[in-house]
């Protein structure tokens, strides 16, 4: 969702980040498993990150995340990212009304192009929604080293309604 007068500079009130936090990072409990945290929530883009642990490695010759690790995160990303843009376009209700609007939310294609291994201590994620219609919402999501050094990308289509 690029900025718009409607979406720049917008914040979300701390309730709302504190109940999609509670969502995304302990209600969804795969992103447990993957260890995903949010880091930052505005309505055109969300960011987070991974730890690497032993339980996440794919190729143990080098120490290599798993590729479905990768995919399953940005998914959750492009995901998220969703929510933030549909919590953003329903302001007008109160943030307990907004956080309930997310049962809907399912993938229905995604993409991931995998261009360098994914070795390191700490990856950040990037997602941004591209469209939000009435009912498929779009992003692309970045998956990166702790260096920033891009690692994989990803597309993905999500039904909202």
Request: no cysteine; hydrophobic share 40%.
């Amino acid at each position: 969702m690029k900025k718009t007068p409607a979406t720049a500079g917008l914040e979300f009130e701390p309730e709302f980040v504190t109940g999609l936090k509670k969502i995304f990072e302990e209600m969804i409990v795969f992103n447990q498993v993957l260890g995903l945290k949010i880091t930052a929530i505005k309505p055109d883009r969300v960011r987070g990150s991974i730890e690497m642990r032993h339980e996440l490695v794919g190729h143990y010759s080098h120490n290599r995340l798993h590729g479905g690790v990768i995919s399953a995160s940005l998914d959750a990303m492009g995901g998220l990212a969703v929510m933030a843009a549909i919590g953003a376009r329903h302001l007008d209700e109160a943030p307990e009304q907004r956080l309930h609007r997310f049962g809907k939310l399912g993938t229905i294609d995604l993409r991931i192009d995998y261009l360098r291994p994914g070795i390191g201590e700490r990856f950040e994620l990037h997602a941004e929604v591209l469209r939000l219609g009435s009912r498929v919402a779009t992003t692309r999501m970045e998956f990166l080293g702790a260096d920033g050094k891009l690692l994989s990308t990803g597309s993905a289509a999500y039904i909202v309604s």
